[in-house]
């Protein structure tokens, strides 16, 4: 399926602190002046030199979105994997080329060892990716570090058992992240969206010490596009569509048929006409076009097939993979 592109979306978002926010370093400083727990940072290129600047980790992101969309599948009844326990992912250890179908939605959408993900995740830095070194300056000085005393607790005698130690945080500025998502579903992009609004509503949190405050942010989307190739461009029939618009491929994968809404009203016909399409906001305020689109899949035919899809192990004889 990697072989050809159907469709892309590439979605940039913007998170901003809500509660002071920490992804650890995991490095021990040397240095008395620094913090015991810093930020993470990185190097970037500023006015052509190499600056220190704080990020939020691609890979921290991912951990964090993957993990409670399989949440949300596992109490739809729709995902049973947890590859945490011994025998319990949906893929065994011996089952080394398994077919598509044979995956649970999450790792059919996060990658698994034996498939390659749908969805990438950029680092997220304090400034937009097109930003200048003006710009990328001034974003710089909007973050606000906080330094945080610390303790561990012994829990028998209720004495200190590690520290008094300094924590670092920030507590106010904003990270710009991307992510991209190819040869999707549309149920994958509600699914997203379903994540992104249970991280605003404060049900999940982000980063270290969630648990003592910590982590508590606003994602909103700056700006999206989607583009749709082949089969999946028509431009005398206008919808938005996933792969599984396509029957061959819901036959060749076990994908879920009605695979397409109609365009909302808020979004805009683009591209080239020729080889791609594409559809984004018709302003610059993206979000409640993001929640107009996401409402319009969850009540879509397709997702009302996602939700009678209990049993997931399809039978796979005799199909191509």
Request: contains cysteine.
């Amino acid at each position: 399926m990697h072989a050809i592109l159907y469709n892309q979306a590439r979605v940039l978002y913007r998170l901003k602190p809500i509660t002071g926010l920490l992804i650890k370093s995991g490095k021990v400083s040397f240095d008395p002046t620094r913090p015991d727990m810093e930020f993470i940072r990185t190097h970037a290129e500023i006015d052509q030199e190499i600056t220190e600047v704080p990020f939020l980790p691609g890979s921290s992101i991912k951990g964090i979105v993957r993990s409670h969309a399989e949440r949300i599948l596992r109490a739809l009844n729709l995902s049973k994997c947890d590859i945490t326990l011994k025998n319990n992912a949906c893929i065994p250890n011996d089952n080394q080329n398994p077919l598509y179908r044979e995956h649970c939605l999450a790792c059919r959408t996060f990658g698994y060892t034996t498939l390659s993900s749908r969805i990438r995740f950029a680092d997220a830095f304090p400034w937009k990716p097109d930003a200048d070194s003006t710009r990328k300056k001034e974003q710089l000085q909007k973050l606000h570090f906080e330094h945080r005393p610390g303790i561990q607790i012994n829990r028998r005698n209720g004495t200190v058992a590690h520290g008094p130690f300094e924590v670092e945080t920030i507590t106010a500025g904003e990270f710009y992240g991307e992510i991209t998502l190819r040869n999707y579903q549309l149920w994958q992009v509600a699914l997203l969206a379903l994540v992104i609004r249970d991280i605003n509503e404060g049900h999940q949190r982000v980063g270290a010490m969630k648990s003592r405050g910590l982590g508590r942010v606003r994602i909103s989307i700056d700006e999206f596009r989607l583009d749709q190739y082949g089969y999946l461009f028509q431009p005398d029939d206008i919808q938005i569509r996933g792969i599984g618009a396509t029957k061959e491929l819901i036959e060749k994968y076990g994908l879920f048929a009605d695979d397409a809404i109609k365009k909302p009203e808020r979004l805009n016909i683009g591209g080239d006409g020729i080889i791609r399409q594409s559809f984004m906001p018709e302003n610059a305020d993206a979000d409640p076009a993001w929640q107009e689109m996401a409402g319009t899949i969850i009540n879509s035919p397709q997702w009302k097939h996602l939700l009678k899809e209990k049993d997931l192990k399809h039978e796979v004889a005799g199909k191509p993979r």
